[in-house]
């Protein structure tokens, strides 16, 4: 072999070597971050009260609407590109299985970016209510001003007020008065109980004690000196009344002890 013909054969062996390197360079993909669920939060801007939250309303958000939410905020875009890189970490995460929106927070140098990615059945949905296009303004302007944390929090809690319907008093069902009955007519009043069943048992007491009152002043009370009367059927008031009360029997007699005051009745056993 002459001289010329190895330097040639070198020189294409090392042109081969520097191609299959740089095809191979080329097709090995750069490394993505892994999913951790539903917050993965590879800058570490949310606080542990902030991850709740947003952990509360993703799963409002699954409970109430069937749509799953997946969150990344990353320091890291291997492609310097956020939409392409939004489209290897849905392929990668295998995100598009179920309704599912990705939100990605990404830095660029030195700003920050915001790219997302939806499931083709929301399409409708998100553009019937116009969202699109009003969050990514929002979430940049809050990037743009280095607010990723709360650019992350608005974003889902947009996606949770927009996407799930509120419950409104037209939509609630209204609960059935049950109707009053009406009441019966010409049903007679219970009598026993009423005012006026009172008022009489007052009135008939009233009565009662006032006749006894008077019975007793006609029958024990004195009508000369107003003392009180003495009873008896043997007692003798003399020649007389000793003659008239062995005649007749069955006699009371009232007296009074102080002024001599006699009375009789027949009858009384």
């Not at 009260?49 to 109430?64: F, V």
């Not at 010409?186 to 008939?204: E, K, M, T």
């Not at 029997?249 to 007296?255: A, D, I, L, N, P």
Request: net charge positive; aromatic share 8%.
């Amino acid at each position: 072999m002459s001289r010329g013909t190895f330097w040639l054969a070198l020189s294409c062996s090392v042109i081969l070597l520097i191609v299959v390197s740089s095809h191979a360079e080329e097709e090995a993909p750069p490394p993505l971050p892994k999913a951790m669920g539903a917050i993965n939060d590879y800058a570490a801007v949310l606080g542990k009260e902030s991850r709740e939250q947003l952990q509360t309303w993703i799963n409002e958000l699954k409970t109430k609407s069937k749509i799953n939410v997946v969150l990344l905020i990353t320091l890291l875009d291997p492609y310097s590109d956020p939409p392409t890189l939004t489209q290897k970490i849905w392929e990668a995460w295998k995100l598009g299985g179920e309704p599912t929106i990705f939100l990605l927070f990404v830095r660029e140098a030195d700003r920050w970016a915001f790219d997302w990615k939806f499931t083709q059945d929301l399409a409708p949905r998100l553009v019937d209510l116009s969202l699109g296009g009003e969050l990514i303004r929002s979430m940049q302007a809050l990037l743009n001003e280095r607010r990723v944390g709360t650019a992350a929090m608005q974003a889902v809690e947009r996606l949770k007020a927009t996407l799930i319907e509120l419950e409104t008093p037209e939509s609630q069902p209204q609960a059935q008065e049950e109707p009053s009955l009406p009441a019966p007519a010409n049903v007679p009043r219970s009598f026993v109980g009423s005012p006026a069943f009172w008022s009489i048992v007052g009135g008939a007491a009233g009565i009662a004690v006032i006749a006894g009152l008077i019975w007793f002043a006609l029958t024990w009370l004195c009508p000369g000196c107003g003392g009180r009367l003495s009873r008896g059927s043997t007692r003798t008031f003399g020649p007389s009344y000793s003659l008239r009360s062995r005649r007749r029997r069955g006699e009371r007699v009232y007296y009074c002890r102080r002024c001599g005051y006699l009375r009789v009745r027949r009858g009384e056993r």
